[in-house]
């Protein structure tokens, strides 16, 4: 909430315009810094406007795809970070397969490819009455509007948590948590045991967890044989690739898998997490994977439905049931029948561009099914999926198959390498 | 600004919406980029280009995933998705696509080795490894390196397509070949058209 304060602070004093002079960007569109009261259309346009809030997976997509498919629009992209670091494939960076390096990108490619002008701030509103997008420091305009803000987490859900700080890491967001798990898990002494909890679905990524307690306990098998994982879940059983994950396992010993072990309180000075039903277990390194809703900013405009988590868009064109010309897609929407992944998120910011761009053309927007795969690493060299496929029937996303890989293989492990080269790619290129 | 001056020359060149959304096929071809590269040019390795492939394959290739006569747990369920979609269109839309040789390495020993060992091949793939309708074979130049030998191996395996009767005389082939020489042809064939 510290943005708030700051923003509230700096209406109060009348000095949001000076807040952002030496902001790079198109900071300076919006004309000359006047020191008034009200904030000002900070990127007049006078062309047609789409803004994207979130530069993620599912948003980042989307702003290139609207790009390509109608240069004559406008279009923002608004995404806090400088860098894209991806989600997929971070798992091994706790292992050391991979380096988080590997994992990071820029915006260059939209930016230069495609013509996507991007601002790396923070939205702090979204007012569709007005068809506006606020900032800290004023507001932009929009014909259509796609909001893409990821996951955010229930931090209160569980006692301690928010508490703790940075003593407590979730990883679940690729970033600087992901490096931080990596060290601890390195330095926890041989011997020692390492808890991760799993949330109740639905979460980011449904085989995630599973993958990472992969990651976690093939580096103990190689690096620190006589550790141990613990794994709480609180669901009934491993909700994704179940048989898949239950198979891996077997190589991994090390491994103490409890279902039904929803955590609910952490306490960083003892050094020990407590379950739903009173289990307490102790650990040398913990990670916690809260429990998630879509990110602030939808909940914040209201555009989740009444469980005040997730966002239900129509299944055609991502508009909010609840807001016009407001599209939502990625991780923030729920209803479709589809896993929140990234390459779901992909296939929206495609399937939504696709929409936007007809509808702001006066045409009906076309009916295109998406297609989901994950792949998850289950050491250091193979992998398996879990593929679906949908169709759409009376305007409603329904799935023609599921499959599984048959075990995980080597051949997985390159099918996976391959689609990360192409998603990314994809993505911001 | 510099980004604003592409886009405003961007703006300028191109009529509205004159993007892949007009480029008939794309609504139902947009999912496979995520694994197959932009309009089907792969990057990686171990997927094969769809891009200037030619309709009649793509489309044996989708039938047989579909049916399950060629294994794959990716392309099985995508496959029976396009032809919820319609099949033609897509292939359509891939063959429209310019084709671009991987960018992946190869050895230079390897595709020298490579050249070599073609002989027979060249019998059903043509010397130029285009491909040849008739004879029912695919244009093998410039696919990557990865997936050319990933598909020998899996026909030497009879992985690929297994039973299929036609093919019977292909798997024989590629088991008499050492899988050195397996990826020394698929350095080769990888290495036409670049
Ligand atoms: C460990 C892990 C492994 C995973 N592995 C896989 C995998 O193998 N395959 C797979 O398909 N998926 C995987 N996923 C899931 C995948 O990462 C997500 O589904 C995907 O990132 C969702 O995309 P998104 O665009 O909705 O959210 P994100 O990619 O998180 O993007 C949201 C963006 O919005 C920005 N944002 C938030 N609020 C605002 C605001 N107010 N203003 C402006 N910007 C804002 C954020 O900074 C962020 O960049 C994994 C996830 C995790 C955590």
Known sequence: MARMTRRDFLKASGS??????????????????????????????????????????????????????????????????????????????????????????????????HGVKILHESATAIEPDTRRVRLDRGFLSYERLIVAPGIDFQTEQIEGLAAAGDRVLHAWKAG??????????????????FVMSVPPAAYRCPPGPYERACQVAWYLKTRKPRAKLIVLDANQNVI???????????????????????????????????????DKVRYDVVNVIPPQRAGAIAVQADLVGVDKRWCEVDHVTYESVKAKNVHVIGDSTIGIPVPKSGTIANAMGKIAA???????????????????????????????????????????????????????????????????TSIWADILA | MRALVIAAALAAAAPAAAGPIDAPGFTKAF?????????????????????????????????????????????????????????????????????????????????????????TCAACHGEDGRGDAAKGTPDLTGQPPGY???????????????????????????????????????????????
């Open chain 1, 16 to 113: 949001a315009a000076f807040a952002v002079s030496g902001l790079a960007g198109c900071a300076s569109m919006g004309g000359a810094p006047t020191a008034t009261t009200t904030p000002s259309e900070l990127m007049p346009t006078t062309g047609r406007r789409v803004i994207v809030v979130g530069g993620g997976w599912a948003g980042a997509t989307a702003a290139k795809y609207v790009r390509m498919e109608d240069p004559s629009l406008e279009v923002v992209l608004i995404e806090p970070n400088r860098k894209f670091i991806s989600c997929p494939f971070s798992n091994l960076v706790l292992s050391g397969v991979r380096s988080i390096g590997s994992l990071t990108f820029g915006y260059n490619g939209l930016r230069e490819q």
């Open chain 1, 176 to 193: 600087p948590q992901t490096v931080a798990l990596a060290r601890q898990l390195k330095e926890m002494p041989d011997g020692g045991v």
């Open chain 1, 240 to 278: 994704s690739k179940t048989a898949l994950f239950r198979a891996a396992w077997q190589a991994y010993p090390n491994l103490e898998y409890r279902a039904s072990s929803k955590v609910v309180k952490v306490d960083p000075e003892a050094r020990e997490v407590t379950t739903e039903f009173g």
């Open chain 1, 354 to 420: 696709t929409a936007v761009v007809n509808l702001i053309n006066g045409r009906p927007a076309p009916q295109m099914p998406p297609a989901n795969v994950c792949y998850s690493w289950v050491s250091d060299s193979e992998a398996m999926a879990v593929v679906n496929a949908y169709r759409i029937d009376n305007g409603k996303v329904v799935q023609i198959e599921q499959k599984l890989t048959p075990g995980q293989s080597t051949l997985y492990a390159q099918h996976a390498t391959a689609w990360a």
């Open chain 2, 31 to 119: 999912s496979c980029s995520a694994c197959h590269g932009r309009a089907g040019a792969t990057r990686a390795d171990a997927v094969p280009s769809l891009a200037g492939m030619p309709a009649w394959y793509l489309k044996k290739a989708i039938d047989d995933y579909a049916a399950g006569r060629r294994p794959s747990p990716e392309m099985e369920p995508f496959s029976k998705m396009v032809k919820t979609l319609g099949v033609d269109e897509v292939a359509g839309y891939f063959a429209a696509q310019p084709r671009e040789a991987s960018q992946i390495k190869v050895d230079r020993t390897a595709v020298v080795n490579g050249r070599a060992a073609s002989a």
């Open chain 2, 148 to 194: 050319l030998l990933n598909q020998m191996k899996l026909f030497k395996a009879e992985k690929r397509s297994p039973g299929d009767a036609t093919l019977t005389s292909i798997k024989v082939f590629m088991k008499s070949l050492d899988d050195a020489t397996l990826a020394d042809l698929a350095a080769y064939y990888s290495s036409l058209g670049r």
